[in-house]
T-cell receptor
Framework: NAGVTQTPKFQVLKTGQSMTLQCAQDMNHEYMSWYRQDPGMGLRLIHYSVGAGITDQGEVPNGYNVSRSTTEDFPLRLLSAAPSQTSVYFC?????????????FGQGTRLTVV | AQSVTQLDSHVSVSEGTPVLLRCNYSSSYSPSLFWYVQHPNKGLQLLLKYTSAATLVKGINGFEAEFKKSETSFHLTKPSAHMSDAAEYFCVVSGGYTGKLIFGQGTTLQVKP
């Protein structure tokens, strides 16, 4: 049981380039989300999905797109990378996002935009 | 609206001494609260969660936290620190049925030999 798998682990982009961060889970979780982690700011929600075909914006969605064509996969797309998007990105999933549901996190993707 | 504040950005203790990481929350209803730990260059792992069943919650690796509604606090404690406890700790409140987790800013725990 792999849990939540993110790829790549590290990435360097030039300003203006686009890329997709991959996230896959094998726990049949309905709820998936993307966070970015910046020093002193904790984790902030970018986008989330409550099931295949349904996505919504989080706290910091600008510059990012998501889609959810299957239960397992929830890719995050950077449309035109900017230095402000340099961060560590985490994907998370949970069975159902109710009040007390535990979220499982991937290992993170460290992205640098130069 | 829900929010969470971790009162210390950095805590340093000696090995074998108690650990106290402080967290205050704000919630318009009875919250669910979590503590997650992140070791260097790793993902986040759940330490424990409060779901209104009991105010004193025991977690993994000897950690526990007490929910105090009157003080709106959910402090994390451990009687005796180990070197392996050095990590970043996040207090998290569930943002209701919207499905969102709201993270505190994080507390870095340093354990000195």
């Amino acid at each position: 049981n792999a849990g939540v798998t993110q790829t790549p682990k590290f990435q360097v982009l030039k300003t203006g380039q686009s890329m997709t961060l991959q996230c896959a889970q094998d726990m049949n979780h309905e709820y998936m989300s993307w966070y970015r982690q910046d020093p002193g700011m904790g984790l902030r929600l970018i986008h989330y999905s409550v099931g295949a075909g349904i996505t919504d914006q989080g706290e910091v969605p600008n510059g990012y797109n998501v889609s959810r064509s299957t239960t397992e996969d929830f890719p995050l797309r950077l449309l035109s990378a900017a230095p402000s998007q340099t961060s560590v990105y985490f994907c998370a999933s949970s069975l159902v996002q109710t009040l007390n549901t535990e979220a499982f996190f991937g290992q993170g993707t460290r992205l640098t935009v130069v | 609206a829900q929010s969470v504040t971790q009162l210390d950005s950095h805590v340093s203790v000696s090995e074998g001494t108690p650990v106290l990481l402080r967290c205050n929350y704000s919630s318009s209803y009875s919250p669910s609260l979590f503590w997650y730990v992140q070791h260097p260059n790793k993902g986040l792992q759940l330490l424990l969660k409060y779901t209104s069943a009991a105010t004193l919650v025991k977690g993994i690796n000897g950690f526990e936290a007490e929910f105090k509604k009157s003080e709106t606090s959910f402090h994390l404690t451990k009687p005796s620190a180990h070197m392996s406890d050095a990590a970043e700790y996040f207090c998290v409140v569930s943002g209701g049925y919207t499905g969102k987790l709201i993270f505190g800013q994080g507390t870095t725990l340093q354990v000195k030999p």
